[in-house]
């Protein structure tokens, strides 16, 4: 559905790894199934994955390594002023390996949203896929969430599952949770847009 007329909402996307997820939501804009924008990639690991996938889409990077500032405080405030001039309405963080500071969270509250691959509030934090395979769980799913100051703690946006196969292996569950990401970040991001424009008008 596009907004006919509106300005793209402008969203930054931060990443530390593949970037899977940053190009699922950049291919959701080009097929205008998604109205916005991908304004920057910020990224903590010069060297990943995803930066090479913003490079390839000629989307504006802002990377750097933590060790280089004295404190988050301070990489923080750079990416906010940098994501403010810019005009960003909304983070999304997609595999992005930090921890949210104050600085961030108060100049976008609300307006921060991550995707975890577990149904939350089960198996927070590092290798969730992993935990819930080694549990036995026998559904699946994945959650986005505005992010709070906790782990994984935000209020939930949208989640979406699938019941494991018999003897299905962790690589093949993994590559299920990556496709349902992938398709419900976009579709999320839409809908969050959408209310939003409505609370404009
Ligand atoms: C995804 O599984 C996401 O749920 C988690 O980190 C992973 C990032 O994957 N937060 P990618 O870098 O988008 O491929």
Not at 2 to 25: H, Q, T, Y
Not at 76 to 102: D, F, H, Q, S
Request: glycine share 6%.
């Amino acid at each position: 559905m596009k907004n006919e007329g509106l300005e793209m909402m402008k969203i930054a996307v931060f990443a530390s790894g593949n970037g899977s997820n940053f190009e699922a939501i950049q291919q959701a804009i080009i097929e205008e199934r998604l109205d916005a924008e991908i304004a920057m990639l910020v990224s903590d690991q010069p060297d990943c994955y995803a930066i090479e996938r913003a490079k390839n889409h000629h989307i504006e990077i802002f990377s750097f390594f933590a060790k280089d500032y004295p404190a988050k405080e301070v990489y923080e405030l750079e990416i906010t002023r940098l994501l403010k001039e810019k005009n960003i309405e909304l983070i999304v963080l997609a595999g992005y390996m930090r921890i949210i500071g104050p600085v961030l969270m108060s100049h976008f509250e609300n307006r921060i949203i991550n995707i975890h691959p577990s149904l939350l509030p089960a198996f927070p934090g590092l290798h969730a896929i992993d935990q819930a395979y080694q549990y036995g769980v026998k559904v699946f799913g994945v959650t986005i969430h505005y992010v709070d100051t906790g782990i994984d703690t935000g209020k939930i946006i949208a989640q979406d599952c699938f019941h494991v196969n018999e003897g299905e292996t962790i690589e093949e569950v993994e590559t299920r949770i990556h496709q349902l990401e992938h398709q419900l970040y976009p579709e999320t991001i839409q809908k969050i847009i959408n209310t939003t424009l409505c609370k404009k008008k």
